[in-house]
């Protein structure tokens, strides 16, 4: 069964901490990964990952994809509190439909 | 810039009630889709509208049904309320299959 497993669940770290947040997968049919961050409300877009090995950045986050091994990563840099959320993988399978992992919670303590 | 809204925010139903979950985009989006999100279940797909005239079951579709009014507007009505579609939902829409999602706010849907 196809499936998009996130981990680790929970996560808690001290401000200026770095972290690694990762998104496996098994999906027929792959066409993109993305991540998403989600605090009190919506999910908001960060990355969306097509081709293997190449970094996506935005200030400090960064994103990798491994197609090979199935994988993608989401590192985030000197955290901070604001960075306190749940992060979301989801994998797209057909041109419209998504599998989405559970989230990772992230608590950054000042 | 409104993007993507959904009203009501807030619903608590009675069992059996029916109601409908309104959704529009301002941002001229072909495709557009209703999730639930459950604990420890993450997101599902409820429904989903490629474009304007068609829709399309996705991983959870018993018991809702949805209208694609035109190409703003995707609604999602639940005919017989029951407690298991105590949920909190998003619609979201995507401009191209090169984009991701843009989510609504949400409504926390309560049936008791």
């Known amino acids: 069964e196809d499936k998009v497993v996130q981990s680790p669940l929970s996560l808690v770290v001290h401000e200026g901490d770095t972290v690694t947040l990762n998104c496996s997968y098994e999906?027929?049919?792959?066409?993109?990964l993305l991540w998403y961050k989600q605090e009190k409300k919506a999910p908001t877009f960060l990355f969306m990952l097509?081709?293997?090995?190449i970094e996506k950045k935005s200030g400090r986050l960064s994103s990798i994809l491994d197609k090979k091994e199935l994988f993608s990563i989401l590192n985030i840099t000197a955290t901070q509190t604001g960075d306190s959320a749940i992060y979301l993988c989801?994998?797209?399978?057909?041109?419209?439909?998504?599998?989405f992992g559970t989230g990772t919670s992230l608590t950054v303590i000042p | 810039n409104a993007g993507v809204t959904q009203t009501p925010k807030f619903q608590v139903l009675k069992t059996g009630q029916s109601m409908t979950l309104q959704c529009a985009q301002d941002?001229?989006?072909?495709?557009m889709y209703w999730y639930r999100q459950d604990p420890g279940m993450g997101l599902r797909l409820i429904y989903y509208?490629?474009?304007?005239?068609?829709?399309d079951k996705g991983e959870v579709p018993n018991g809702y049904n949805v209208s694609r009014l035109n190409k703003r507007e995707f609604s999602l009505r639940l005919e017989s309320a029951a407690p298991s579609q105590t949920s909190v939902y998003f619609c979201?829409?995507?401009?191209?299959?090169?984009?991701?999602?843009?989510f609504g706010s949400g409504t926390r849907l309560t049936v008791v």
């Open positions: 989801a994998v797209e399978w057909t041109g419209n439909q998504f599998y």
């Open positions: 979201a829409s995507r401009a191209h299959t090169s984009y991701g999602y843009t």
């Open positions: 941002m001229n989006h072909n495709s």
């Open positions: 097509t081709s293997s090995g």
């Open positions: 999906v027929t049919n792959f066409r993109s």
């Open positions: 509208s490629a474009s304007e005239g068609t829709t």
